[in-house]
C-alpha cells in the first residue's frame, strides 16, 4: 500500500514563499499511470486541487494558482515537491499530497487512492 507523508513549515509569513515535501513510501512514483497530486482545504471550505506531477514527470496545474506553483520530483528519494510563492493569508489550510494509481481525473477527489494525513500551513505576520 503506498503511504504519503507531507511535511514542511506550519507558519509562513505572507509575501514569503511555502515549500512542503511529501515522502512516498510502499511504491514508486514512477510507476506507471500513478498521478501525483497537491490538494489543500482552506478553513471552512471545500478541498481544492493545486496540481499534479505525473509518472512520466509531466505536470498540470490549477490555473488559477499555476502562476504562483511549481510541483517538482526526485525520483532517486521517492519524493514529491511543491513550492508556493507570493503567499497570502488565504492560502492557510491544511495541505494534502495524494496519489491516483489510473487515471481518473485529477479533480475526482474521491478517485484518490491514498492520501497523506495532510499538514497546516498558516499565512500569518
Known amino acids: 500500500q503506498v503511504q504519503l507523508q507531507e511535511s514542511g513549515p506550519g507558519l509562513v509569513k505572507p509575501s514569503q514563499t511555502l515549500s512542503l515535501t511529501c515522502t512516498v513510501s510502499?511504491?514508486?512514483?514512477?510507476?506507471?499511470?500513478?498521478?501525483w497530486s497537491w490538494i489543500r482545504q482552506p478553513p471552512g471550505k471545500g478541498l481544492e486541487w493545486m496540481g499534479a506531477?505525473?509518472?512520466?514527470?509531466?505536470?498540470y496545474y490549477n490555473p488559477s494558482l499555476k502562476s504562483r506553483t511549481s510541483i517538482s520530483r526526485d525520483t532517486s528519494k521517492n519524493t514529491m515537491y511543491l513550492q508556493m510563492n507570493n503567499l497570502k493569508i488565504e492560502d492557510t489550510g491544511v495541505y494534502y499530497c495524494a496519489v491516483q494509481t489510473s487515471p481518473s481525473g485529477l479533480l475526482a477527489f474521491d478517485a484518490y487512492d491514498n492520501w497523506g494525513q495532510g499538514t497546516q500551513v498558516t499565512v500569518s505576520s
Open positions: 510502499g511504491g514508486s512514483i514512477t510507476t506507471s499511470y500513478y498521478y
Open positions: 506531477i505525473g509518472y512520466e514527470g509531466s505536470n
